[in-house]
């Protein structure tokens, strides 16, 4: 499903996806393509607004709206990917404005203790630098570490991909080199040994065995 288009009414902001008070297990947002929505260019003009809600996303893309792509308050959804059936990476791109400060344009945003784990997605926004930030983590309301394994930044990333101001790291410390597809897992195991990540790579190859996706 493509939700593209919306720019809202009154005081609100024209999210593609708009959820609250969705527990864990209840909704999964999968194979659709949010797209050019939203009429504010901050955090919560988000492609996907997420309040007290914690969705399964699988197989999305959500790209070009025009704040953040997906922003989170209290809420925690699945984005680790690699054991979902054929493996479904989500692609989280070019979200934001032109110029962006801040936390406009993140491609994850994070306050009000949301913790994610976000595991084999695609999260870029890079034009020989990085354009905004991948992952906003608000300091103050959102200080505990984050894990981020496994995923495609658009280049080799560094601290600027990324804002956790006074607040715990976030853990990129392995990361794919390639774009990651349904079929790459090989291909990502072997990036990790490259980095040295044995144990990393092992827990792939492992998979890879039991593994009944397509190839």
């Known amino acids: 499903s493509t939700i593209t288009g919306s720019t809202g009414f009154g005081s609100v902001e024209g999210n593609g996806i708009y959820l609250t008070n969705c527990s864990s297990g209840?909704?999964?947002?999968?194979?659709?393509?949010?797209?050019?929505?939203?009429?504010?260019?901050?955090?919560?003009?988000?492609?996907?607004?997420l309040s007290s809600s914690s969705p399964?996303?699988?197989?999305?893309?959500?790209?070009?709206?025009?704040?953040?792509?997906i922003s989170c308050?209290?809420?925690?959804?699945?984005?680790?990917?690699?054991?979902?059936?054929?493996?479904?990476?989500n692609t989280i791109k070019e979200?934001?404005?032109?110029?962006?400060?801040?936390?406009?344009?993140?491609?994850?945003?994070?306050?009000?203790?949301?913790?994610?784990?976000?595991?084999?997605?695609?999260?870029?926004?890079?034009?020989s630098d990085p354009v905004g930030y991948m992952i906003y983590k608000d300091e103050f309301s959102n200080s505990g570490s984050l894990t981020a394994k496994n995923n495609y930044w658009g280049a080799t990333p560094d601290n600027d991909f990324f804002y956790w101001g006074t607040g715990s790291s976030i853990d990129y410390s392995s990361y794919s080199a390639t774009l990651l597809s349904s079929v790459d897992d090989f291909e990502t195991a072997m990036d990790l040994w490259d980095d040295g990540d044995f144990e990393g790579c092992a827990e792939i190859l492992e998979e890879c065995v039991y593994d009944t996706g397509s190839v």
């Open 95 to 127: 979200n934001g404005s032109g110029t962006q400060t801040g936390s406009d344009g993140a491609e994850i945003y994070l306050a009000s203790s949301s913790y994610p784990t976000v595991k084999y997605n695609n999260i870029m926004d890079y034009d």
């Open 26 to 49: 209840k909704v999964i947002i999968e194979d659709c393509v949010v797209s050019g929505n939203a009429s504010s260019t901050t955090k919560t003009g988000a492609g996907i607004y």
């Open 56 to 69: 399964e996303i699988i197989w999305t893309t959500v790209q070009e709206n025009a704040g953040a792509g």
């Open 73 to 89: 308050f209290s809420s925690t959804p699945d984005l680790d990917t690699y054991l979902v059936t054929d493996d479904q990476p």
